[in-house]
Structure formats: structure tokens, C-alpha cells
T-cell receptor, first 114, second 112 residues
């Protein structure tokens, strides 16, 4: 079946550095991908919708300059957490639909900012 | 805002059926009901979806009420590996661009 690959699975960085997370659709083209953030014992919170070839659409309260999204091809979207701080530590998950089918989710990235 | 409401937690004895309810009283005619589950520190895993008819696959069964305002996910013989948070969401199937918001889900604990 379709697979969404997310990398890295875990990253630890120092405060003030930037971290890039990649999300790839392995066997299908995804014009739209979604990025979620999840804090411990909480549900997934939609951060933004990534559209191939155009600007991402951010949910209210999500800083677009803080969380840079690039969807340069039909199989790759990246989320860059710029100038990361400890409060950005969270579990980040991407997802994508293959055409009219169900959403497939990546395995997630655990970000820890020291 | 999430369009679904679920009980926060449930317990189920191993080997018994787990019945997880979901309310989606504002569901639109073109929206499907999807169920996913999330095991700790992993991405959500697709379980099943349906529009108005009951559905069954190798993982579970989905029962949707006639008015489509609620549904029940049934795991016929729960195992310890079914311990997870289960999310019910509604979404147009023909909408790859349609964003999906998650509710709080139901944490299912399967007890030996």
C-alpha cells in the first residue's frame, strides 16, 4: 500500500538552531500534505496545509516564520523549525492523500530542543 | 474544530469485543467516517472507513447509524496490541486537499 515516509524519526538539537523534517510520499504523488504537532498525552493539532508549488496555509496561531514549509515537488514536503526553543519540543507528524483515498501518515519525528 | 466527540477512555478484556462509539451529529452528506488508531510515539494507522453502510475488514467492523449521526468501531477480539488511542474523524473522500482536524480520541486499554 501507499506509504508516507518521514525523516528523521528523532532529533535532538540545541536551542537557537534550525531543524528540517522531511515527508515523502513513496509511491504516489501528493499535491497536498498536512503537518501536525502533538504534545504528550494530547491529540494531533493541525499546523498547516502544504500545497505543491504554492505557499502553505497555516492554522490560526501557528507562526509561519517559525515553521517554514516547502513543498517543492509532488513527493516531498519539508518542515523547518527555525531558531528552535525548548517549547518547540514536540512530536511532529505529516500526512498525505493519494488522490481520493484515505490519509496516510508518516511515522512522526520526535523533536527535543535542549 | 473537531467534528466528532468520543469518550476519553475505555477498558476491554483481552479476547472480548471492544466497541468504541463516536458522535458526529453535524456530518455532511458527502463526508465519510474514518477511524484511525495511534500507538504511543507512532503515526496514526488507518483502520476503516464508511459512508452509510456498515463496513468490515480484517481489522475491524464499522457500524454507522441510519441517520449517520453516530458510529461504532468494533474490534471483535481485542488483544493487548490493540491498546492505543482511537480517533474517529469525518472527511470528504473526494477531498485530498481537505484538511482534517482530530478530536481527543478514545484511549483503549486492553486488560489481560
Amino acid at each position: 500500500g501507499a506509504v508516507v515516509s518521514q525523516h528523521p524519526s528523532r532529533v535532538i538539537c540545541k536551542s537557537g538552531t534550525s531543524v528540517k523534517i522531511e515527508c515523502r510520499s513513496l509511491d504516489f504523488q501528493a499535491t497536498t500534505m498536512f503537518w501536525y504537532r502533538q504534545f504528550p498525552k494530547q491529540s494531533l493539532m493541525l499546523m498547516a496545509t502544504s500545497n505543491e508549488g504554492s505557499k502553505a496555509t497555516y492554522e490560526q496561531g501557528v507562526e509561519k516564520d517559525k515553521f517554514l514549509i516547502n513543498h517543492a515537488s509532488l513527493t516531498l514536503s519539508t518542515l523547518t523549525v527555525t531558531s528552535a526553543h525548548p517549547e518547540d519540543s514536540s512530536f511532529y507528524i505529516c500526512s498525505a492523500s493519494r488522490g481520493h483515498e484515505k490519509l496516510f501518515f508518516g511515522s512522526g519525528t520526535q523533536l527535543s530542543v535542549l | 474544530d473537531a467534528k466528532t466527540t468520543q469518550p476519553p477512555s475505555m477498558d476491554c478484556a483481552e479476547g472480548r469485543a471492544a466497541n468504541l462509539p463516536c458522535n458526529h451529529s453535524t456530518i455532511s452528506g458527502n463526508e465519510y467516517v474514518y477511524w484511525y488508531r495511534q500507538i504511543h510515539s507512532q503515526g496514526p494507522q488507518y483502520i476503516i472507513h464508511g459512508l452509510k453502510n456498515n463496513e468490515t475488514n480484517e481489522m475491524a467492523s464499522l457500524i454507522i447509524t441510519e441517520d449517520r449521526k453516530s458510529s461504532t468501531l468494533i474490534l471483535p477480539h481485542a488483544t493487548l496490541r490493540d491498546t492505543a488511542v482511537y480517533y474517529c474523524i469525518v472527511r470528504p473522500q473526494l477531498g485530498g486537499y481537505q484538511k482534517v482536524t482530530f478530536g481527543t480520541g478514545t484511549k483503549l486499554q486492553v486488560i489481560p
